[in-house]
């Protein structure tokens, strides 16, 4: 099993405030985003009757599912790359194959992703 070096822990403490900060900027911009496709749903719904054209559009505003289908599939193929990698033996040092491997795996998560909706196209008319 590998352990945690005090040079990976130093490499660690740099990259962590600027990934706390992208999620949570991810997380603001999702409630944000959110929050104003309510209200604009809400104007639509308020100025009177809705015709074919306004339900359309409302139903892609909340076009959610789609989005949050992609990125966890991403981030789940991401995941299954680096359970993998733990047990492939390589030199750090040396060895490109965690980048290969890692992008691999993402790329699959993009390629079940976009299966997933083709076949979800096909079957809405």
Known sequence: MKTLYKKDMDKLD????YIM?????????VI???LFNFI???RIIGKGPVDNNALQFMDKLSGFGSETLKWGLILFFGGMGLVVLE???YHADESTL???LEIMFL???FLVYFLIMRKEQKRTP
């Open 40 to 42: 604009l749903r809400k």
């Open 32 to 34: 944000i985003i959110s």
């Open 98 to 100: 965690p980048y290969g």
């Open 21 to 29: 900060t992208t999620i949570i900027f991810i997380i603001v911009m």
């Open 107 to 109: 790329a699959a998560g």
């Open 14 to 17: 740099l990259i962590l405030p």
């Open 87 to 89: 047990f492939v033996p």
